[in-house]
T-cell receptor, first 111, second 117 residues
Framework: TQLLEQSPQFLSIQEGENLTVYCNSS?????LQWYRQEPGEGPVLLVT?????EVKKLKRLTFQFGDARKDSSLHITAAQTGDTGLYLC???????????FGQGTELSVKP | DSGVTQTPKHLITATGQRVTLRCSPR?????VYWYQQSLDQGLQFLIQ???????AKGNILERFSAQQFPDLHSELNLSSLELGDSALYFC????????????????FGPGTRLLVL
């Protein structure tokens, strides 16, 4: 059974601070996706990574995929109040298969 | 807007009833996935269809069933509803398999919030 551990579960920071969210598995990901979800709405895709060692940037967000494709991180620089939300990592362990989700990181950025 | 549509947005019903949730994938996407999100379980995979055929099953209850139609829209049927079935139900679609596309990304719809009273 593939399990995906995401940490931290909760994060409360001040505007302007940096933060990192981690996603780990004991199995190799076929692909890994990061989503952001607002209450009562569907997850919105931020990025997909598939290649070990891959780094992708989306404005102030930096996503890294571990060389062994078993871990990933999301780093936010100079957080803003608009970054508040639930961040989810989700991985596939075989091509075209179901997504296994982490429990999510509830981020609160205070002004 | 992901391009995936789901109806209805909200559904309130009573225990023992049956409901149908509908999903239209992004144009041309052949794969449809259904997920359930509850407070205590997080997002859980239910079932996958690919071009009309069931491809994979997760922890889907026997009271739940799904199908994908020739026009690629999908329906999730929930019967003999129980209080614990109250949750958000999401549909996602993926371009993988379409014209040889290898993209793994799944795009989620806005969800259906089901409340069983």
């Amino acid at each position: 059974t593939q399990l995906l551990e995401q940490s931290p579960q909760f994060l409360s920071i001040q505007e302007g601070e940096n933060l990192t969210v981690y996603c780990n598995s004991s199995s190799v990901f076929s692909s890994l996706q990061w989503y952001r979800q607002e209450p009562g709405e569907g997850p919105v895709l931020l990025v997909t990574v598939v290649t070990g060692g891959e780094v992708k940037k989306l404005k102030r967000l930096t996503f890294q995929f571990g060389d062994a494709r078993k871990d990933s991180s999301l780093h936010i620089t100079a957080a803003q109040t608009g970054d508040t939300g639930l961040y989810l990592c989700a991985g596939t362990f075989n091509q075209g298969g179901k997504l296994i989700f982490g429990q999510g990181t509830e981020l609160s950025v205070k002004p | 807007d992901s391009g995936v549509t789901q109806t209805p947005k909200h559904l309130i019903t009573a225990t023992g009833q049956r409901v149908t949730l509908r999903c239209s994938p992004r144009s041309g996407d052949l794969s449809v996935y259904w997920y359930q999100q509850s407070l205590d379980q997080g997002l859980q995979f239910l079932i996958q269809y690919y071009n009309g055929e069931e491809r994979a099953k997760g922890n889907i209850l026997e009271r739940f069933s799904a199908q994908q139609f020739p026009d690629l829209h999908s329906e999730l049927n929930l019967s003999s509803l129980e209080l614990g079935d109250s949750a958000l139900y999401f549909c996602a679609s993926s371009p993988r398999g379409r014209q040889g596309a290898s993209e793994e990304t799944q795009y989620f719809g806005p969800g259906t919030r089901l409340l069983v009273l």
